[in-house]
């Protein structure tokens, strides 16, 4: 049985290389636009849009960190209500700001004449504030169940001892 928790590990530590590489490729794509956008010819949008493929990058870092901290490092199992809290909320967070972010650009494009991304801008704004508020009401109801089981709460705390 211990083979198989030690293949998981080897699987999620490849995952997490594979996120971290995208996420190295994103950063240089958006130095590139920036670079782009601020040396060769010069243009606000293309230093917006290389805000927003940061901000993908910064989602892909994030993973990365997620699933090191958590399944590598704690070697936590996703079971209890105050694990499954923290695991998305690290996760949501970063997605919220990323599609924020998105939105941001979507909407600069459109006020610069592109009127068909009105529709996307929208959609982008309207996902990110869905998102915001399902999660809301995940974590509301996630504490009603974290407070009958007081010892999880405790066993995450000095799980966290772990990654410091």
């Known amino acids: 049985m211990r083979w198989v ?38 243009d606000a949008s293309a230093v917006i849009e290389s805000l927003g493929t940061l901000a993908v990058a910064l989602v892909a870092v994030e993973i990365t960190q997620t699933v090191v901290e958590e399944e590598i ?6 079971s209890a209500p105050t694990r499954v809290r923290r695991y998305l909320s690290r996760f949501l967070v970063v997605v ?8 941001l650009v979507a909407v ?13 801008a929208a959609s982008i704004g309207v996902s990110a504030a869905a998102l ?25 705390k000095r799980e966290d001892a772990k990654v410091q």
Do not use: C, T
Request: hydrophobic share 60%.
């Open 5 to 42: 928790i030690r293949l998981f590990a080897v699987m999620y530590s490849s995952v997490a290389f594979l996120f971290f590489v995208a996420a190295l490729a994103l950063i240089w794509a958006s130095v590139e636009k920036l670079w782009n956008g601020l040396a060769r010819q010069p």
């Open 73 to 78: 490092v704690r070697r936590a199992q996703v």
């Open 96 to 103: 919220v700001v990323a599609l924020s972010i998105k939105y």
């Open 108 to 120: 600069v494009r459109f006020l610069e004449g592109d009127s068909h991304l009105l529709w996307n």
């Open 132 to 156: 915001l508020a399902a999660w809301g009401v995940f974590i509301h109801f996630n504490r009603a169940a974290e407070d009958v089981e007081p010892e999880a709460m405790e066993e995450a």
